[in-house]
Structures are given as structure tokens and as C-alpha cells.
């Protein structure tokens, strides 16, 4: 899940949490396998590496402080945390981990240009396409991700007029927004994280 | 004399009745064929019920992409026009003008450029079975075209073609190499769309050289569908109106026109018409030379007593897989600057299972569906396996299977030599194929450098060669996870929740052949950590995966065990189960039956699933149209001739109780079991 806040002068915090417990049983078995469904599994050794490189590459980045990653190997819970200056820099960052990663060909090329701040307008925009990509999942892929879900928060500090997803719901004191995805609906292009929030 | 003309009789009428088989409008490079034979008279399917099943993807949690009989190409529309129209015609031939007295195909066929499904139907009244296509599979403003001395019409990517004692309903997936370009990447410049239009427009003239087979006014719609794409396309390109952020192109609302994914969507559906014209024509023509008929196995299949069959090449089906997978790879490789795609072309991917065929012979007999399943092999793969299944699995094993609530057995009894041997020549295969090609002697290395210290003699009997699986019971497990809870303001809370999962019973044993090598293995494994003893001649895994499900490891009276089954740790590990606890003389009787023997109960299965998961809601589940289909199942290794190994497949369907569906109509039910077991 995404939880961003983003305050009048373009500056804000990135907050992101991949929370896999409710298949921990599953992943203790599958941690002790190199591959299955035919994708390669990372040893919980490389997955703490690649944590470390992406807070590195964070702290490099102009206008992005405050990092700070957790893990549970426990409970498979993983947080990103940062703030940044502007939201060019915060797209700048994501792209930089992208890039740090190239390398090793795990780079994520939709992490590009994600997210846009105007005047009173942001926009969640997305790079993933899935007309393309719903046709690379098996069956096996599909009900995995039929049960996963992907949760959007967006703070701000004025008051939202309205959300073009209208999946949307706007918080009670009328400055968040929050969005709810089933994950298997994003991959196959059923719904899309694409949206703009208008401020009041 | 006589016999020589009783010969002679003989051979015509067989020629003849070849003659008539529409199997000769099935191609010899089909990998799969699905024959189902004459209905019974008088009886009626229920289109409904077939209608309602799983397998035909409109009622499945992810029907849009499940591919049964090529339906996962078509669009919604035309994918609910071919279900009723596939479900109407089998089940009222009349009304279709389908002969229900001779046999009902469907095949598939693939190479580089297409993949395709296609149905064979007996005819019996040409014109009823025009009326009926044409207005349940097509929509009113298809046309039908009558150029090459029989009917055809395409439209949404369904083709059909008739004559006047059979017609023929192709389901293709159009894949062109020329315009397989990766328009996501090349999007923003406009030469990159004008080249692809250039490949288009040469694909078209290609396909339109090589046959006749369009007709003048088919040709011409096309030609005029694609000259308008083209100038639209070229007009929109003029005045610069693609948008020059891309990104915004992936959204639902910027997608729709005008935008080069549709132009390309258009051009491929052009294409797509016109290939598949281009299969039905040879389809309609086929010599006898070309068909399946010339091929051995598949005509020897056709002259047996069955209902409903199903054949398939499983040589050429692993030629493609493999062929597939190092295209994979090589397309990986170039991409980063290793060996170069068109290598691929040069490779010869000859295996071990060439000239092997799968086939399964169905039959019905009230509540019981027989399947005899064939794997005939070919020299290679017949030297390899004869004599591999051999024998019965001991009886002492059985006294360790806890029978009061018993749901599947499967007991094997092979030679060790053999059945490593084969294991190792299909690995060596896989590995040959699998993209490891510089890392292959490496391996292989390896395995020798291994046979240095454990001789070949020591290597195939450490295990004995019998080996039992059972699963006794079905236990909840309840565990934990973490989630979250938003308050009105979206402020996250942490909070604990308790998920019940299904967790088999299960015991596995392994006969061991060589008592003191085994205890060695196990000293090591112990030594390293792997195991822990906890008492004598009994293990448990270290980092034990589950702890809500601890698993055994015993090594005791010449078997290897593993279980979880707690109550026979606990009582009944000295001598195993007696009385009512044991299994009863019959199933013991049936395990030793066949050295291949699997038998599993879906009626216990389903009740001690439904009991675990009414605890929880408070309230009996739904049942599954699984539970609906198979009562139980049981798979029994035959004797056969040499180079054929037969499967006897079991299945106990629920009683027909208003006695209205035909055969057809449970080998619908069948198949759609196996499909949800295999989901």
C-alpha cells in the first residue's frame, strides 16, 4: 500500500508497506525453494541486501531525507519511509531505485513519473500496461493475485473537491483520500490506479 | 478365391468408411484430437446444465482467460454466441442439422504463425444447419460467402466453413512475427507506425499470393478496410494528433480513438480474417496423406469401442514445449547481448518421446465412468520402461494407514534401476532444453563425480522400490496474521486476525533396500542440522515450516516414513493399526491389486471439508460442482502390449436421479471435474 502526504508546497512524505502475512505459512515453505510457478524466489540474504542498496540510493537522492526501511521476517512485512522537497524529487527518487536496480535486471520501468502535484490538482498516473501484460499471467498468477489487494492513501493539506476514481472515499475530515484495488483487477486492467483529486 | 474376394470387400468398405470420416479434415501436425461418438437415440443433453459448467469460462472467478476449445481469444459477445451455440447444437442435433450418428471432432494445431481450435460436425441437412449457424454463432450482417464450392463466413475471430455432409468451426490466434513489433516501446515515432503499416500491407500480400482462396468480394472488403485504416491513420499522423505524453495512453478514457492501439487492433483482425481463410481452405481440402488418418496410432484408436475419446501427440506437444522454451531463452539472451534469435531457426529439437502418443478411451456405464488411459512410447522411450512397474507393495506398509477416515491411496511398486534410469534420461533432456546449455557437462560432471563414491549397485537399491502415500484426515489449523484497520480519518491500526486453513493428515513410506547406507544418509543429514532426534529411530526437521503441523521422519523395520499424523506417533508406531483402525481386507486387497494403484474418495473428502468449514461459518457450504460430479475415483496400471503402458481411470459420478442426461452430456460433467481439479 501507498500512503503519500503531500502538503501545499509540493513537499511530503512517501510511506510504503508490503505486508505479506497472511501468507506467512506459504512463504516459510517457499523461502526454502529457488524457484516455483516458474519465477525465481530471492533468499531472504538478497531481499535484505536489496533493502539496504534501495535506502543508499534513496539517501543519494537531492531533496529526499528521512529514510528509513523495517522488516519482519516474522510476519513478511516490509516500510519504505522518506520525505521529500518536491514531487519532481519524489519521482526522480523512485526512478533512481529503478535505475540502481537495472543492473541486476530487477529495474521496474512503469516507476516512471508517477505521480504529478499542479496548483490544486494531483494526479496518480501509471506507466503499467496491462492490455500487454494480463496476457504473460497463468491461471496459477490470477488467483494469487485475486486475493491481494492494493490500498492508495493521498493526504493533503486543504480539503479534497472530488476524485475522479469513483472508488474513492474521502476521509471524514475531508483532506484524504483512499482507494482500494483488488490486485488481480489492476494486472488485468480491470480498474486502474490512474486518477486525479481535485483540492478544493 | 473367396478369401481373396472377402479380402477385397473388406478393404473398400474400409477405404469407404475412411473416406466418409470427417477425421480426414483433421491434419497428421494436430496435437490434440477429441472425438465423441454418435448420441444416443432418443435421448436429450441438457444444454443448460453443460452451459453452466466452469470449464466454459463464463461463470469462473477468471473466465475471461481460460482457454477451453480456443474460446479465450474470442470477446465476450462472440465467446456467449459459441457456448449457446456449442451447448444448443450438441444438445438438440435436430434443430442444428447435426448428424447424431457419426463422430463429433475437435482439434488443435499449432506452428510459428498461428494456434487454433477447430470442430468437425456431421451434417445431415445442409440448409437447417445454415439456418441454425448462421443465426446463433453470427451476427445478421456476417456474409456468407459461396466461391469455393462450400459455404464460409468469418466474423469476431470465429470462422466456419460447410458442405453438404459436414462442417467445420475454426477458433484461431493470430501471431505474425513481421507485426509482432512491441508497440509499447515504439509508440512515439511516426516511422515506427509507418513501418509497421509497411509490414501489415506485405503480410496481407503474402498470405493473398499464396492461396486463391479469397473471394473477389472478400478480397475487395478487405483491401478496402485496410486502405481506410490506412488513410486514416496517415491523416491522423499529418495533423500531429497523437499526444505526446504516452503515459496518458494506457488510460482507459485516452485509449479509445484516435490511437495507433486501435489502428494496430484493426489491422490485426484484417489479418486474422485472412489467415484464417487461409486454414480453413486447407482444412476443407485435406488429402488423406496430410490427415490424421495416415497416421498409425490415431486410426488403431478410432477402430475401438469408446463414447467419447481424447489423442494427443505428446511427441510433438514436447518438441513445441521445448522449442518454446529456448526461444524464450534465446529471446532473453539477445536481449542482453548473448547468442542471436535466429540461431533458434538452425535447432533440431529431436526427444526421447518421439513417435509416443497419449490417448484415453471413455466410456460410460450408469453410474461409472471408465477411462482407459494409453501411453503408447516409441523405441527410445519402450526399452526405457518396459518392465518398470513391477510387483506389489509389502503389506506391513498398509498397517500404518489410519483407515477411519481414509481419502486417497496411491501405492507404487517399480524397479528402482529402471525407474532412476528413466528419471535420469528425462532430466538430461529437460536440462538438454532447458537454456542451461554451456551449464549441461557441468551437471552431468557432477552426477559422475557422485557415481565415484556411491557404485550404481548401492545407487538404485537404497530404496526398494515400494512406496505408499495416503491422505487419513483433513485437520484445521488456525493461525495469525497481521492487518489493518483505517479510522475515519485513513489512520492506520495494526490488528491481529485468525485465519483457518485445511491441513491434510498424510502419511508417505518408502520401502529401503539397503538398510545401513540409509542410516549413514541420515547420520549426515542429523550431523548438519537438517534433523533433530527426538527419540529412537524418530526426526523432525529443523525450522520446522508450520509449527501448528509438525511433521515425523521414521526410519524403522526396513521403511522410511514421514508423517504428521500425531495419533500414529503417539499409539500406534510399534505395530501400526488393528482392528477397526486398520484398512479394511478390501482396500488392502485393491492396493495390492496393480503395481500402479491411486484411489481417492471425494465423497469423504468434501463431508470432512464441509464439517471444517461449518465450524467456522456456522453453516454447511455450498456444494461444488466438483463435489456435484465425482463420488470417487480410482486409477489402476494395466497390462499391456509391449511399448504401451495402460491406466485404467475409475470415475463414480452421483446417481442420475431423473435419468436425463445422456452420455454427452456426464463426459461434459467428467471433463469439467478434471478441469476444476486441475485449477
Same mark, same amino acid.
Given at each position: 500500500?501507498?500512503?503519500?502526504?503531500?502538503?501545499?508546497n509540493?513537499?511530503?512524505?512517501?510511506?510504503?508497506?508490503?505486508n505479506?502475512?497472511?501468507?506467512?505459512?506459504?512463504?516459510?515453505?517457499?523461502?526454502? !525453494?529457488?524457484?516455483?510457478?516458474g519465477?525465481?524466489i530471492?533468499?531472504?540474504q538478497?531481499?535484505?541486501?536489496?533493502?539496504?542498496?534501495?535506502?543508499?540510493t534513496?539517501?543519494?537522492?537531492?531533496?529526499i531525507?528521512?529514510?528509513?526501511?523495517?522488516? !519482519?521476517?516474522?510476519?513478511?512485512?516490509?516500510?519504505?519511509?522518506?520525505?521529500?522537497?518536491?514531487?519532481?524529487?519524489?519521482?526522480?527518487?523512485?526512478?533512481?531505485?529503478?535505475a540502481?536496480?537495472?543492473? !541486476?535486471?530487477?529495474?521496474?520501468?512503469?516507476?516512471?513519473?508517477?505521480?504529478?502535484?499542479?496548483?490544486?490538482t494531483?494526479?496518480?498516473?501509471?506507466?503499467?500496461?496491462?492490455?500487454?501484460e494480463?496476457?504473460?499471467?497463468?491461471?496459477?498468477?490470477?488467483?494469487?493475485?485475486?486475493?491481494?489487494?492494493?490500498?492508495?492513501?493521498?493526504?493533503? !493539506?486543504?480539503?479534497?473537491?472530488?476524485?475522479?476514481?469513483?472508488k474513492?472515499?474521502i476521509?471524514?475530515?475531508?483532506?484524504?483520500?483512499?482507494?482500494?484495488?483488488?490486485?488481480?483487477?489492476?494486472?488485468?486492467?480491470a480498474?486502474t490506479?490512474?486518477?486525479?483529486?481535485?483540492?478544493? | 478365391?473367396?478369401?481373396?474376394?472377402?479380402?477385397?470387400?473388406v478393404?473398400?468398405?474400409?477405404?469407404?468408411?475412411?473416406?466418409?470420416?470427417?477425421?480426414?479434415?483433421?491434419?497428421?501436425?494436430?496435437?490434440?484430437?477429441?472425438?465423441?461418438?454418435?448420441?444416443?437415440?432418443?435421448?436429450?443433453?441438457?444444454?443448460?446444465?453443460?452451459?453452466?459448467?466452469?470449464?466454459?469460462g463464463?461463470?469462473t472467478?477468471?473466465?475471461?482467460?481460460?482457454?477451453?476449445?480456443?474460446?479465450?481469444?474470442?470477446?465476450?459477445?462472440?465467446?456467449?454466441?459459441?457456448?449457446n451455440?456449442?451447448?444448443?447444437?450438441?444438445?438438440?442435433?435436430?434443430?442444428?442439422?447435426?448428424?447424431?450418428?457419426?463422430?463429433?471432432y475437435?482439434?488443435?494445431?499449432?506452428?510459428?504463425?498461428?494456434?487454433?481450435?477447430?470442430?468437425?460436425?456431421?451434417?445431415?441437412?445442409?440448409?437447417?444447419?445454415? *439456418?441454425?449457424?448462421?443465426?446463433?454463432?453470427?451476427?445478421?450482417?456476417?456474409?456468407?460467402?459461396?466461391?469455393?464450392?462450400?459455404?464460409?463466413v468469418?466474423?469476431?475471430?470465429?470462422?466456419?466453413?460447410?458442405?453438404?455432409?459436414?462442417?467445420?468451426?475454426?477458433?484461431?490466434d493470430?501471431y505474425?512475427?513481421?507485426?509482432?513489433?512491441?508497440?509499447?516501446?515504439?509508440?512515439?515515432?511516426?516511422?515506427n507506425?509507418?513501418?509497421s503499416?509497411?509490414a501489415?500491407?506485405?503480410?496481407?500480400?503474402?498470405?493473398?499470393?499464396?492461396s486463391t482462396?479469397?473471394?473477389?468480394?472478400?478480397?475487395?472488403?478487405?483491401?478496402?478496410?485496410?486502405?481506410?485504416?490506412?488513410?486514416?491513420?496517415?491523416d491522423?499522423?499529418?495533423?500531429?494528433?497523437?499526444?505526446?505524453?504516452?503515459?496518458?495512453?494506457?488510460t482507459?478514457?485516452?485509449?479509445e480513438e484516435?490511437?495507433?492501439?486501435?489502428?494496430?487492433?484493426?489491422?490485426?483482425d484484417?489479418?486474422?480474417?485472412?489467415?484464417?481463410?487461409?486454414?480453413?481452405?486447407r482444412?476443407?481440402?485435406?488429402?488423406?496423406?496430410s490427415?490424421?488418418?495416415?497416421?498409425?496410432?490415431f486410426?488403431?484408436?478410432?477402430?475401438?469401442?469408446?463414447?467419447?475419446?481424447?489423442?494427443y501427440?505428446y511427441?510433438?506437444?514436447?518438441?513445441e514445449?521445448?522449442?518454446k522454451?529456448?526461444e524464450?531463452?534465446?529471446?532473453?539472451?539477445?536481449?542482453?547481448?548473448?547468442?542471436?534469435?535466429?540461431?533458434?531457426?538452425?535447432m533440431?529439437?529431436?526427444?526421447?518421446?518421439?513417435?509416443?502418443?497419449i490417448?484415453?478411451l471413455?466410456?460410460?456405464?450408469?453410474?461409472?465412468?471408465?477411462?482407459?488411459?494409453?501411453?503408447?512410447?516409441?523405441?527410445?522411450?519402450?526399452?526405457?520402461?518396459?518392465?518398470m512397474?513391477?510387483?506389489?507393495?509389502?503389506?506391513?506398509?498398509?498397517?500404518?494407514?489410519?483407515?477411519?477416515?481414509?481419502?486417497?491411496?496411491?501405492?507404487l511398486?517399480?524397479?528402482?534401476?529402471?525407474?532412476?534410469?528413466?528419471?535420469?534420461h528425462?532430466?538430461?533432456?529437460?536440462?538438454k532444453?532447458?537454456?542451461?546449455?554451456?551449464f549441461?557437462?557441468?551437471?552431468?560432471?557432477?552426477?559422475?563425480?557422485?557415481r565415484?563414491?556411491?557404485?550404481?549397485?548401492?545407487?538404485?537399491?537404497i530404496l526398494?522400490g515400494?512406496?505408499?502415500?495416503?491422505?487419513?484426515?483433513?485437520?484445521?489449523?488456525?493461525?495469525?496474521?497481521?492487518?489493518?484497520?483505517?479510522?475515519?480519518?485513513?489512520?492506520?491500526?495494526?490488528?491481529?486476525?485468525?485465519?483457518?486453513?485445511?491441513?491434510?493428515?498424510?502419511?508417505?513410506?518408502?520401502?529401503?533396500?539397503?538398510?545401513?547406507?540409509?542410516?549413514?544418509?541420515?547420520?549426515?543429514?542429523?550431523?548438519?542440522?537438517?534433523?533433530?532426534?527426538?527419540?529412537?529411530n524418530?526426526?523432525?526437521?529443523?525450522?520446522?515450516?508450520?509449527?501448528?503441523?509438525?511433521?515425523?521422519?521414521v526410519?524403522?523395520?526396513?521403511?522410511l516414513m514421514?508423517?504428521?499424523?500425531?495419533?500414529?506417533?503417539?499409539?500406534?508406531?510399534?505395530?501400526?493399526?488393528s482392528?477397526?483402525?486398520?484398512?479394511?481386507?478390501?482396500?488392502?486387497?485393491?492396493?495390492?491389486?496393480?503395481?500402479?494403484?491411486?484411489?481417492?474418495?471425494?465423497?469423504?473428502?468434501?463431508?470432512?471439508?464441509?464439517?471444517?468449514?461449518?465450524?467456522e461459518?456456522?453453516?454447511?457450504?455450498?456444494k461444488?460442482?466438483?463435489?456435484k460430479?465425482?463420488?470417487?475415483?480410482?486409477?489402476?496400471?494395466?497390462?499391456?502390449?509391449?511399448?504401451?503402458?495402460?491406466?485404467e481411470?475409475s470415475? *463414480?459420478m452421483p446417481?442420475?436421479?431423473?435419468?436425463?442426461?445422456?452420455?454427452l452430456?456426464r463426459?461434459?460433467?467428467?471433463l469439467?471435474?478434471?478441469f476444476?481439479i486441475?485449477?
Open positions: 500500500m501507498e500512503d503519500i502526504t503531500i502538503h501545499n509540493g513537499s511530503g512524505e512517501f510511506f510504503y508497506t508490503v505479506l502475512s497472511q501468507s506467512k505459512a506459504n512463504l516459510d515453505i517457499l523461502m526454502q !525453494d529457488d524457484s516455483s510457478e519465477y525465481r530471492p533468499s531472504r538478497e531481499i535484505d541486501a536489496d533493502i539496504v542498496r534501495t535506502k543508499l534513496l539517501e543519494k537522492q537531492p531533496g531525507t528521512a529514510v528509513v526501511t523495517t522488516t !519482519d521476517w516474522v510476519n513478511y512485512i516490509f516500510t519504505l519511509r522518506f520525505k521529500f522537497n518536491t514531487i519532481q524529487q519524489l519521482n526522480a527518487a523512485v526512478e533512481s531505485v529503478s540502481e536496480f537495472a543492473i !541486476d535486471h530487477k529495474s521496474i520501468p512503469e516507476a516512471s513519473g508517477n505521480f504529478a502535484f499542479a496548483g490544486k494531483f494526479n496518480r498516473r501509471s506507466n503499467y500496461n496491462a492490455i500487454m494480463r496476457e504473460k499471467l497463468t491461471p496459477k498468477d490470477k488467483e494469487i493475485l485475486s486475493k491481494a489487494s492494493y490500498s492508495c492513501i493521498y493526504r493533503f !493539506d486543504q480539503a479534497v473537491g472530488n476524485s475522479s476514481n469513483p474513492s472515499k476521509s471524514s475530515n475531508g483532506k484524504s483520500v483512499m482507494t482500494r484495488f483488488n490486485m488481480l483487477n489492476l494486472a488485468t486492467g480498474e490506479i490512474v486518477h486525479t483529486i481535485q483540492l478544493k | 478365391m473367396k478369401h481373396y474376394l472377402l479380402y477385397v470387400f478393404l473398400l468398405t474400409a477405404a469407404l468408411l475412411n473416406a466418409q470420416d470427417n477425421a480426414l479434415h483433421i491434419p497428421k501436425s494436430s496435437s490434440y484430437v477429441v472425438t465423441i461418438r454418435p448420441l444416443h437415440n432418443g435421448e436429450q443433453n441438457s444444454a443448460e446444465s453443460i452451459s453452466r459448467l466452469e470449464m466454459f463464463s461463470n472467478d477468471y473466465g475471461e482467460d481460460i482457454s477451453v476449445f480456443g474460446s479465450s481469444s474470442l470477446d465476450e459477445s462472440p465467446r456467449t454466441r459459441l457456448t451455440y456449442l451447448t444448443g447444437t450438441l444438445s438438440n442435433p435436430k434443430i442444428s442439422g447435426i448428424d447424431s450418428t457419426r463422430n463429433i475437435a482439434f488443435h494445431e499449432e506452428d510459428d504463425t498461428s494456434s487454433y481450435w477447430a470442430y468437425i460436425f456431421p451434417i445431415t441437412n445442409e440448409q437447417t444447419f445454415s *439456418t441454425y449457424i448462421k443465426a446463433n454463432l453470427f451476427t445478421a450482417d456476417a456474409h456468407v460467402s459461396n466461391d469455393h464450392g462450400y459455404h464460409s468469418t466474423r469476431d475471430r470465429i470462422t466456419a466453413g460447410w458442405a453438404s455432409n459436414y462442417a467445420i468451426v475454426l477458433l484461431a493470430y505474425h512475427p513481421l507485426v509482432a513489433t512491441n508497440w509499447f516501446e515504439e509508440l512515439n515515432t511516426q516511422q507506425i509507418a513501418d503499416i509497411a501489415v500491407e506485405a503480410v496481407l500480400e503474402e498470405y493473398t499470393e499464396q482462396l479469397l473471394s473477389d468480394s472478400v478480397k475487395k472488403e478487405r483491401t478496402a478496410e485496410l486502405e481506410r485504416e490506412n488513410a486514416r491513420l496517415l491522423e499522423l499529418n495533423k500531429g494528433e497523437f499526444p505526446e505524453d504516452t503515459s496518458l495512453l494506457y482507459q478514457s485516452v485509449i484516435p490511437s495507433p492501439w486501435n489502428v494496430q487492433n484493426r489491422q490485426n484484417t489479418l486474422h480474417d485472412t489467415q484464417s481463410f487461409y486454414i480453413l481452405n482444412l476443407m481440402n485435406l488429402e488423406e496423406s490427415s490424421i488418418y495416415s497416421n498409425k496410432n486410426r488403431s484408436l478410432q477402430s475401438e469401442k469408446f463414447e467419447a475419446a481424447y489423442w501427440n511427441g510433438l506437444v514436447m518438441q514445449a521445448y522449442r522454451r529456448m524464450n531463452n534465446f529471446s532473453y539472451a539477445y536481449m542482453y547481448g548473448g547468442q542471436e534469435k535466429e540461431t533458434l531457426d538452425t533440431l529439437f529431436p526427444t526421447m518421446w518421439e513417435d509416443s502418443y490417448a484415453g471413455v466410456t460410460f456405464n450408469d453410474t461409472v465412468t471408465t477411462m482407459e488411459h494409453r501411453i503408447s512410447v516409441g523405441e527410445e522411450m519402450s526399452q526405457l520402461t518396459t518392465g512397474y513391477k510387483g506389489k507393495v509389502d503389506r506391513k506398509m498398509l498397517r500404518y494407514v489410519k483407515s477411519d477416515n481414509l481419502m486417497a491411496l496411491v501405492c511398486s517399480v524397479d528402482m534401476e529402471k525407474f532412476m534410469k528413466f528419471g535420469g528425462v532430466y538430461k533432456e529437460n536440462l532444453y532447458s537454456g542451461m546449455g554451456m549441461e557437462q557441468t551437471y552431468l560432471a557432477m552426477w559422475d563425480i557422485l565415484v563414491f556411491i557404485d550404481d549397485k548401492t545407487m538404485y537399491n526398494d515400494k512406496f505408499v502415500f495416503a491422505v487419513t484426515d483433513l485437520k484445521p489449523v488456525v493461525s495469525t496474521y497481521v492487518s489493518y484497520e483505517y479510522d475515519s480519518d485513513f489512520n492506520r491500526q495494526e490488528v491481529t486476525k485468525e485465519k483457518t486453513d485445511i491441513v491434510p493428515e498424510f502419511i508417505f513410506m518408502a520401502g529401503v533396500g539397503r538398510k545401513k547406507d540409509m542410516e549413514n544418509i541420515i547420520g549426515i543429514l542429523e550431523r548438519t542440522g537438517i534433523l533433530k532426534k527426538v527419540n529412537d524418530v526426526y523432525v526437521p529443523v525450522n520446522a515450516s508450520n509449527p501448528n503441523s509438525q511433521m515425523y521422519i526410519f524403522q523395520k526396513g521403511m514421514f508423517t504428521n499424523n500425531e495419533d500414529l506417533m503417539n499409539n500406534h508406531l510399534n505395530k501400526g493399526y482392528g477397526n483402525q486398520r484398512m479394511t481386507r478390501k482396500t488392502r486387497k485393491m492396493a495390492r491389486r496393480s503395481p500402479l494403484m491411486a484411489w481417492w474418495d471425494g465423497r469423504r473428502t468434501f463431508n470432512t471439508m464441509h464439517k471444517i468449514t461449518k465450524d461459518k456456522g453453516e454447511p457450504a455450498e461444488s460442482e466438483l463435489e460430479s465425482v463420488t470417487s475415483g480410482l486409477i489402476l496400471g494395466k497390462k499391456g502390449r509391449k511399448g504401451v503402458h495402460r491406466v481411470v470415475v *463414480t446417481p442420475d436421479e431423473d435419468n436425463k442426461h445422456n452420455s452430456n463426459f461434459f460433467h467428467l469439467n471435474g478434471l476444476l486441475m485449477r
